[in-house]
């Protein structure tokens, strides 16, 4: 499961900022580490999630798609969640993610 949400959260990333570089820079990756995580989350969808023209990347339809309804906790197993916890998983689901910290 954590390697499903290192690869959604590169394409949140690259998605949000627009490049593999800037969401690098942003979770402190290397590009290639980047890169192969949005192809692995692309190849267990099956799908292409962005169209790559060199070094710039566009969504695709499917990664719009994704894009619109994603957020951080929707894709979490909710079956182990307990009745007091679901409504403030419901509520969470609405907040943006919080950015990581800046390495110093």
Same mark, same amino acid.
């Given at each position: 499961?954590?390697?499903?949400?290192?690869?959604?959260? +590169?394409?949140?990333?690259?998605?949000?900022?627009?490049?593999?570089?800037? +969401? +690098?820079?942003?979770?402190?990756?290397?590009?290639?580490?980047?890169?192969?995580?949005?192809?692995?989350?692309?190849?267990?969808?099956?799908?292409?999630?962005?169209?790559?023209?060199?070094?710039?990347?566009?969504?695709?339809?499917?990664?719009?798609?994704?894009?619109?309804?994603?957020?951080?906790?929707?894709? +979490?197993?909710?079956?182990?969640?307990?009745?007091?916890?679901?409504?403030?998983?419901?509520?969470?689901?609405?907040?943006?993610?919080?950015?990581?910290?800046?390495?110093?």
């Amino acid at each position: 499961m954590i390697g499903n949400l290192r690869r959604l959260e +590169a394409y949140y990333w690259v998605a949000r900022l627009g490049g593999v570089g800037a +969401a +690098a820079a942003h979770l402190g990756l290397t590009q290639p580490s980047v890169s192969v995580r949005v192809k692995e989350l692309e190849r267990e969808l099956g799908t292409q999630l962005f169209h790559r023209v060199g070094r710039n990347v566009r969504l695709s339809e499917s990664g719009v798609v994704i894009a619109a309804g994603w957020s951080p906790l929707r894709f +979490a197993d909710r079956s182990e969640i307990g009745p007091s916890s679901k409504a403030a998983v419901a509520k969470t689901d609405r907040r943006a993610p919080r950015p990581h910290p800046q390495p110093t």
